[in-house]
């Protein structure tokens, strides 16, 4: 993550600029072909992208509404839920698949820096 990033994150943070960060750093690992970093935060991209989206009436004939607000306690949750299940599938791979447990423990890293910078 940039220096600039570690300021953004305060008390008084909105969320449309930690998502804004998060996707900064994305697009930073994806520069660095940083393949882990890239994957790890593209599932926390698509989780809070999913977790925002709105039950969509059967009655309507609309493409576009709007999608929920999410706060930073919601993000917060969202990035636990993501390590969470990241270390459940770790824990499966261990003694099976070292290098996919590593895979998925760098990945685990990278999210709870993401949490600890919330």
Not at 54 to 76: C, F, G, N, Q, Y
Request: proline share 2%; with cysteine; hydrophobic share 40%.
């Amino acid at each position: 993550m940039r220096l600039w990033t570690y300021f953004c994150y305060s008390k008084n943070m909105n969320v449309e600029t930690l998502v804004a960060n998060i996707r900064s750093d994305l697009v930073q690992a994806r520069k660095e072909r940083n393949v882990l970093k890239s994957q790890a935060l593209l599932i926390l991209m698509n989780a809070i992208d999913n977790a925002s989206a709105i039950h969509i009436p059967d009655d309507t004939d609309a493409t576009e509404l709007p999608r929920r607000k999410l706060s930073i306690d919601d993000v917060k949750e969202i990035i636990k839920k993501e390590i969470s299940e990241m270390q459940e599938a770790s824990a499966i791979y261990k003694g099976i698949n070292a290098e996919k447990t590593q895979e998925l423990k760098t990945m685990i890293a990278v999210l709870k820096n993401q949490n600890e910078s919330v």
